[in-house]
T-cell receptor, first 115, second 112 residues
Framework: DQQVKQNSPSLSVQEGRISILNCDYT??????FLWYKKYPAEGPTFLIS?????DKNEDGRFTVFLNKSAKHLSLHIVPSQPGDSAVYFC??????????????FGKGTHLIIQP | DAGITQSPRYKITETGRQVTLMCHQT?????MFWYRQDLGHGLRLIYY???????DKGEVPDGYVVSRSKTENFPLTLESATRSQTSVYFC???????????FGQGTRLTVV
């Protein structure tokens, strides 16, 4: 049973436009959410995170929105740049409970930025 | 070099052989993790460790063994490799169990 779901395997966006990546979760105990970016032949790198006490967190071109009632979060990238082309993983944890099981990841969304 | 490093980067082994993937971190992070990445499955946790000599199973532990005699090292051993263990393996470390984790560059393992 998948606890973190990224239902779009791929997303194509024009350079300069907004990219919106979506993530849903089923475990109501999750209270910390992260986005990772992964280039081919490299390890995932941390991008941005949000705690369940917030509904928005911003870092430069990247903003993460959390809707706890819908168990949904999204990553917005504005404006999208060619270097943003990568696989994006959504991850979640039970941080306040010690995160005993570490991070639970979704299957990833391959973002393609077209010139 | 500071950071987290995995070795080897690429490995081909035969079915039934034992193989060990190495992971070393220089941050003195308490937590270390092993994930595998497979098409259609994303990243799945194999084992994790909260400190030296403390390890626990993750989502997909069968066929794997870990040890952590020193804080900085967390080797992953496949005792008798099977084709289903062909995957890309990532080691990660973190100060906390559920917070931001830093990943190594990965080991691509092929079992033939």
């Amino acid at each position: 049973d998948q606890q973190v779901k990224q239902n779009s395997p791929s997303l194509s966006v024009q350079e300069g436009r907004i990219s919106i990546l979506n993530c849903d979760y089923t475990n109501s105990m999750f209270d910390y959410f992260l986005w990772y970016k992964k280039y081919p032949a490299e390890g995932p790198t941390f991008l941005i995170s949000i705690s369940s006490i917030k509904d928005k967190n911003e870092d430069g071109r990247f903003t993460v929105f959390l809707n706890k009632s819908a168990k949904h979060l999204s990553l917005h990238i504005v404006p999208s740049q060619p270097g943003d082309s990568a696989v994006y993983f959504c991850a979640a944890s039970v941080y306040s409970g010690g995160g005993a099981d570490g991070l639970t990841f979704g299957k990833g969304t391959h973002l393609i930025i077209q010139p | 070099d500071a950071g987290i490093t995995q070795s080897p980067r690429y490995k081909i082994t035969e079915t039934g052989r034992q193989v060990t993937l190495m992971c070393h971190q220089t941050w003195s992070h308490s937590y270390m993790f092993w994930y595998r990445q497979d098409l259609g499955h994303g990243l799945r946790l194999i084992y994790y460790s909260a400190a030296a000599d403390i390890t626990d199973k993750g989502e997909v532990p069968d066929g794997y063994v870990v040890s952590r005699s020193k804080t900085e090292n967390f080797p992953l051993t496949l005792e008798s490799a099977t084709r289903s263990q062909t995957s890309v393996y990532f080691c990660a470390s973190s100060w906390t169990a559920g917070g931001e984790a830093f990943f190594g560059q990965g080991t691509r393992l092929t079992v033939v």
